[in-house]
């Protein structure tokens, strides 16, 4: 593979992995201020307990995802970022004589 080619590849993906966890944290900063921001109005114990797992359900499976979409990425990075950048520079290439 062109030396370029893999830089850019480089690039790409640990610009996804980076805005991926981005969006993890995000996700667990939002997440907690709206369970204590809403926590003390709940007066029914199973409705706390709903709401907690509910909350705790829904970050683990999120970050979850978010872990496995980058461990693909990272196991299959040369096919999938080296079709992007075909794409990418096709209208580059279209454009030379």
Do not use: C, K
């Not at 369970?35 to 909350?55: H, K």
């Amino acid at each position: 593979m062109d030396p370029s080619v893999s830089a850019r590849i480089q690039s790409m993906f640990a610009r996804d992995r980076a805005m991926a966890l981005v969006f993890v944290a995000a996700l667990w900063v939002t997440i907690t201020f709206v369970y204590f921001a809403i926590s003390p109005l709940i007066d029914s114990g199973a409705l706390r307990v709903t709401l907690t797992l509910g909350a705790l359900l829904l970050l683990l499976f999120n970050t979850m995802s978010m872990f496995a979409m980058i461990r693909h990425y990272r196991e299959d990075r040369d096919h999938i970022y080296g079709l992007d950048i075909r794409h990418l520079d096709e209208p580059e290439q279209r454009e030379r004589p």
